[in-house]
C-alpha cells in the first residue's frame, strides 16, 4: 500500500532504473529490500552502489580490516542477488567515518551519468539523531548529485570523457523518521530477511538477532498503519523538491 499524500510518492513503485545507494555492504537490505526486491520482481533494472568497504564493521580486534572488506563485498554480492540487483558499483572508500564528502559526491555524479536512473535510493542524511557520518555524508553527497547530475557544467571531468549529463526523477530516502511513502512489502519480506542473513559478519548468531527482531517489529508497526503485515519506509521527493522547498517536512 502507498500513502497518498503526495503525487511523487506514489511514483516509487513505477520506477523502471534505480541506482541504490548505501554506506556500507548491507544498507540496501535492511533499510530497502523488500521494496528493491519487489520492484526487480516487476521487471525494473536495479544497480546498487556502495559507498565504503565496510572494513570497520567488526567489534573484534583481531579482525583483519582487508579480510572484513572481502568477506563484507562476498556476503552483499549474495544478498543483492537474493533481492534480484542486476549490477554492483563498489567506490571503496574508507568506512568508520573518513568520507570525502566532495569526493563521494562526484562519484556518485559519475554513476548516475552511467547508470542513468529514473529513481535513486539512499539513506536519509536528516535522520535525528544519526551518529554515524558514513551515512550522513553518503546521503547528503547522493542528494546533491541526484540535483545537480544534469546540469553538463557541474562536475565537468566527466564531459570530458564523454559521460553526459542526466537528470534523476525522484529521490527515495530509507531509514527516514518523516516518511511520506510506505510500501507493502509482506510479499518480499522473507527476501529481505534471507538477504540480511547473508551478511554473516554482521549478523551471526548473537550478534544480530536483536537487530533483527528490531527492524521485524518497525516492520510490523508501520504495517498496522498501512494496513498490511510488513512496511517500508520512505521520504519521496522529486529533483525540483530538493532545493528551496519549505514545505518538504509537511509532504
Known amino acids: 500500500m502507498n500513502s497518498k499524500k503526495n503525487d511523487v510518492s506514489c511514483l516509487l513503485l ?6 541504490c545507494i ?18 526487480s520482481g516487476k521487471g525494473a533494472e536495479i544497480t546498487c552502489l556502495t559507498v565504503t ?19 563484507r563485498r562476498i556476503e552483499a554480492e549474495a544478498g543483492a542477488s537474493i533481492l534480484g540487483v542486476n549490477e ?9 567515518g ?6 563521494v559526491r562526484g562519484e556518485i555524479t ?16 536528516w535522520l535525528q539523531y544519526e551518529a554515524h557520518s558514513d551515512h550522513i555524508r553518503t546521503g547528503l553527497a547522493a542528494a546533491e548529485a541526484g ?14 570523457d564523454n559521460i553526459q549529463p542526466h537528470t534523476v526523477e525522484l529521490i527515495a530516502f530509507y531509514y527516514t523518521s518523516r516518511p511520506n511513502t510506505l510500501i507493502d512489502v509482506t510479499s518480499t519480506w522473507s527476501l529481505k530477511i534471507e538477504a540480511i542473513s547473508c551478511h554473516k559478519s554482521q549478523f551471526s548468531a548473537g550478534q544480530g538477532f536483536d537487530y533483527i527482531t528490531r527492524l521485524t517489529e518497525h516492520a510490523l508497526k508501520l504495517g498496522e498503519k498501512s494496513g498490511c503485515k510488513y512496511t517500508e519506509a520512505f521520504k519521496v521527493l522529486s529533483r525540483s ?11
Open 14 to 19: 513505477e520506477s523502471r532504473k534505480i541506482l
Open 22 to 39: 548505501q554506506p556500507h555492504p548491507d544498507d540496501m537490505e535492511i533499510g530497502a529490500g523488500g521494496t528493491i526486491a519487489m520492484l
Open 53 to 71: 568497504d565496510g572494513s570497520a564493521g567488526s567489534r573484534s580486534p583481531s579482525d583483519d580490516p582487508d579480510q572484513l572488506a572481502e568477506r
Open 88 to 96: 554492483m558499483i563498489w567506490l571503496d572508500f574508507t568506512d568508520g
Open 98 to 103: 573518513y568520507l570525502p564528502l566532495e569526493a
Open 110 to 125: 559519475r554513476a548516475i551519468r552511467l547508470v542513468r536512473p529514473d529513481t535513486l535510493m539512499v539513506c536519509d542524511p
Open 147 to 160: 540535483f545537480l547530475s544534469g546540469l553538463p557544467n557541474f562536475h565537468p571531468a566527466d564531459l570530458q
Open 241 to 251: 523538491q530538493l532545493h528551496i522547498f519549505e514545505a518538504a517536512e509537511l509532504e
